[in-house]
């Protein structure tokens, strides 16, 4: 049996992709009218934490538990994995005892390397290189607030990291155009804007970036592990925060996004943050409820 997983984008189709993000905003209306779902009922899932999270965190574990599954948190202290055991050996050994394995690690090599030795469906919560979790949510507030994606125009502004690179594969999945605006320097992978080259376009000054856009997101300029690195990137990113004056640039009806957590007056605006008609928190909650289709979608793979 092949198993599926979820270390990108790319590993759903775009129908799926689809069908997910319309599954997890029907979850979120049955929750909130009281209904129960037994997706997991008596499923166990490993949520292996290299890098420490908030929303990954309380998302998937009040997730599981909404499915009638548990949840099981592994630190670095927790596991093997953490004093040296081969990725390969601690991946058929966790496996074997669960159902899903929830992972959010470094290098994205580790995911790789960790769903190939898994017996069950591995979920790729955060690496370098890749946030498709985050993508799903954003992807359903989108779709919540203003319908298909599709054909319109979404520009990433700040620096080219994993979540830039998770919206290039979201731009091939869901068809939309995607302009980049980041300083010389901090490019997204080169080879990955290459394969996308007829949907992704970089451009050095923001607001030409932003002009005529239907959704604007960004991200802290300094990702977890380049904290020491903070105050130089302040210098570098100066003048591509995401405020009023760039959101004037984009379409009226734009919407923007902050994955979270924001370093208010940095990447964003604090009266951005605040807005009345800000997305962002919503965008947050959406983690719990895309999570919540993604783990019913695999689990259910799994046992066909």
Not at 252 to 273: F, Q, T
């Amino acid at each position: 049996m092949t198993v599926r997983h979820f270390r990108s984008m790319l590993d759903l189709s775009s129908a799926e992709l689809d069908t997910l993000i319309d599954r997890a905003s029907a979850m979120k209306q049955e929750l909130r009218a009281g209904q129960n779902h037994t997706a997991a009922s008596g499923k166990v899932m490993a949520m292996i934490f290299e890098k420490s999270s908030t929303r990954t965190r309380v998302s998937f574990e009040a997730g599981m538990s909404q499915l009638g599954g548990h949840a099981m948190f592994l630190s670095p202290q927790d596991t093997q994995l953490g004093r040296g055991e081969p990725v390969e050996d601690s991946a058929r050994v966790i496996s074997s005892m669960v159902d899903v394995v929830m992972i959010r690690t470094f290098g994205h090599d580790i995911v790789e390397r960790f769903a190939e030795y898994s017996s069950v469906p591995v979920i790729n919560a955060l690496s370098d290189s890749f946030h498709p979790c985050q993508l799903l949510a954003d992807m359903q507030t989108y779709r919540e607030h203003r319908g298909s994606i599709q054909g319109r125009k979404v520009t990433w502004v700040g620096d080219g990291n994993n979540m830039c690179h998770s919206y290039i594969n979201a731009a091939r999945q869901f068809d939309f155009e995607l302009t980049v605006a980041c300083p010389q320097g901090f490019d997204p992978d080169p080879e990955l804007v290459a394969a996308n080259a007829e949907r992704v376009t970089i451009i050095r000054d923001p607001e030409l970036a932003a002009k005529g856009s239907d959704l604007l997101v960004t991200d802290v300029f300094a990702s977890m592990g380049q904290e020491q690195e903070q105050e130089q990137r302040l210098k570098q990113f100066a003048g591509y925060q995401l405020n009023e004056t760039l959101l004037a640039c984009a379409h009226p009806d734009a919407l923007y996004m902050h994955c979270l957590p924001a370093h208010r007056g940095e990447e964003i605006s604090a009266s951005l943050m605040d807005r009345p008609d800000t997305v962002i928190w919503e965008e947050a909650e959406n983690r719990l409820h895309a999570q919540k289709a993604l783990l019913e979608f695999l689990l259910d793979a799994h046992t066909k």
